[in-house]
T-cell receptor
Framework: RKEVEQDPGPFNVPEGATVAFNCTYS??????FFWYRQDCRKEPKLLMS???SGNEDGRFTAQLNRASQYISLLIRDSKLSDSATYLC???????????FGKGTTLSVSS | DGGITQSPKYLFRKEGQNVTLSCEQN?????MYWYRQDPGQGLRLIYY???????QKGDIAEGYSVSREKKESFPLTVTSAQKNPTAFYLC????????????????FGDGTRLSIL
């Protein structure tokens, strides 16, 4: 089983929609999770950090299900500017590099 | 402003040449990383360094070399042994380790696109 698995999408949604995508991880020792956003041909940028069961920041909510080993990202009231690839990153050991999923691509249309 | 600077933004290499990609950070971060991203693919770790004068191989280190002589700098050399070097190369840094019992995220430079002539 891969360490991180994400549905590549693309998820095509209209403006204003609510969309959610999951990320499953294989290492049950994962302690922290990050969601990064990557625009086309750009570097990844940190979107959210999740250190406990979840986190909410405006229209974005991340929830962690440790029993089933997945983390979800929910985006409410989608904007055109939300169109990007969203990378899930579990971190299970201090002092090591992050392991990135391949990402889920979201396309928001008007 | 603090940040991570990668240069050059675009780099072209002839077959058989070694090239060095620069990565400098002024965030006072201990840890630095190099990733490679191919079209439609995720990030793959090449090398990382948690402290000056020390570095570790990542998943795809073959054909690459690094040095970490200064905290601020982590250059990556793509050698002629790397058979498919065309890719988007991303450098990242982080505080490293644990701060306040929270593991720290990485921050990225804006990347270098390497192509083979």
């Amino acid at each position: 089983r891969k360490e991180v698995e994400q549905d590549p999408g693309p998820f095509n949604v209209p403006e204003g929609a609510t969309v959610a995508f999951n990320c499953t991880y294989s290492n049950s020792a994962s302690q922290s999770f990050f969601w990064y956003r990557q625009d086309c041909r750009k570097e990844p940028k940190l979107l959210m950090s999740v250190y406990s069961s979840g986190n909410e920041d405006g229209r974005f909510t991340a929830q962690l299900n440790r029993a089933s080993q997945y983390i979800s990202l929910l985006i409410r009231d989608s904007k055109l500017s939300d169109s990007a690839t969203y990378l899930c990153v579990p971190l299970y050991q201090a002092g090591t590099a992050l392991i990135f999923g391949k990402g889920t691509t979201l396309s928001v249309s008007s | 402003d603090g940040g991570i600077t990668q240069s050059p933004k675009y780099l072209f290499r002839k077959e058989g040449q070694n090239v060095t990609l620069s990565c400098e950070q002024n965030l006072n971060h201990d840890a630095m990383y190099w990733y490679r991203q191919d079209p439609g693919q995720g990030l793959r770790l090449i090398y990382y360094s948690q402290i000056v004068n020390d570095f570790q191989k990542g998943d795809i280190a073959e054909g690459y070399s690094v040095s970490r002589e200064k905290k601020e700098s982590f250059p990556l050399t793509v050698t002629s042994a790397q058979k498919n070097p065309t890719a988007f190369y991303l450098c990242a840094s982080s505080i490293g380790g644990v701060r306040g019992f929270r593991l720290q995220p990485q921050h990225f430079g804006d990347g270098t696109r390497l192509s083979i002539l």
